[in-house]
């Protein structure tokens, strides 16, 4: 058990050097399906067991609520269960929504291809959601629309945002299949080790789909190999092709 207890901290602090922990959220259904950290999984007495039992101690684990106080509690838990890096949010998802709102930048001219583009895809702007919580640069990725990504990114769109299955950009550009569409994003800043809801990140991904070219893609930006799913599957485990197992053998 870590002696020292959670910490408090704050989300722009933590998740830049924890970018595999596990985010959780302790709020109500309702206004989690409103809006929650990017990469987030809901906290409740449901699961609460599931989480302390399956959860490797060694992950970090953030927790946050409405302002900062249930989290404190939730967090204490996890600290006593042996978990050895809890931290809490401070000021919780209600300080965090001010301090995003605070830093966006002034609303920029649309280039005029990417405002077309936009405008066919029935998005309002470039940080919208579309269908199953898609964002722009994410439905951009999965059809490998590569002038648009970029435009995208030189726009300043986020790169931690993800969908409704807590999968980010890169994750859809591996579904795409083009090594260089993945290699755009990672580049960009896009989390390359980035775990959705089930604990599943590309490179799990790339290996299960039996995608070699994108398996050893993300292997060249740095992916890690060794993280395991909530199953507790590492990407080896999942390899469904020989390509991608004698791959990830020699990773």
């Not at 936009?118 to 579309?130: I, K, N, S, T």
């Not at 579904?175 to 994003?185: A, M, N, Y």
Request: proline fraction near 6%; glycine fraction near 8%.
């Amino acid at each position: 058990m870590d002696q020292r207890g959670p910490t408090h901290d704050r989300a722009t602090h933590f998740q830049p050097h924890h970018p595999s922990a596990l985010l959780l959220d302790a709020r109500d259904a309702e206004n989690v399906a409103r809006g929650s950290l990017p990469g987030s999984l809901r906290l409740s007495r449901d699961n609460q067991d599931e989480l302390l039992l399956r959860t490797d101690k060694r992950r970090p684990v953030l927790i946050y609520c409405y302002h900062g106080h249930a989290s404190q509690t939730w967090a204490r838990m996890f600290a006593d269960f042996g978990f050895a890096s809890v931290h809490d949010l401070i000021d919780g998802y209600a300080g965090w929504a001010r301090s995003r709102a605070a830093a966006a930048p002034q609303a920029r001219p649309l280039a005029p291809e990417l405002a077309g583009w936009l405008a066919h895809e029935g998005f309002a702007d470039p940080q919208a959601r579309g269908a199953h919580g898609n964002t722009p640069l994410m439905v951009a990725a999965w059809r490998g629309a590569a002038d648009i990504v970029e435009a995208l990114l030189r726009h300043g769109v986020p790169l931690d945002a993800v969908n409704n299955d807590g999968n980010n950009a890169l994750w859809l550009a591996c579904v795409h299949g083009d090594p260089k569409g993945v290699e755009t994003l990672a580049a960009a800043g896009v989390p390359i080790d980035h775990a959705n809801l089930t604990g599943a990140t590309c490179l799990m991904y790339a290996a299960s789909a039996g995608k070699a070219q994108i398996a050893r893609a993300l292997l060249a930006l740095g992916a890690n190999p060794g993280l395991r799913s909530q199953d507790d599957y590492t990407a080896l485990d999942m390899a469904a092709s020989l390509d991608c197992l004698q791959l990830l053998r020699h990773a």
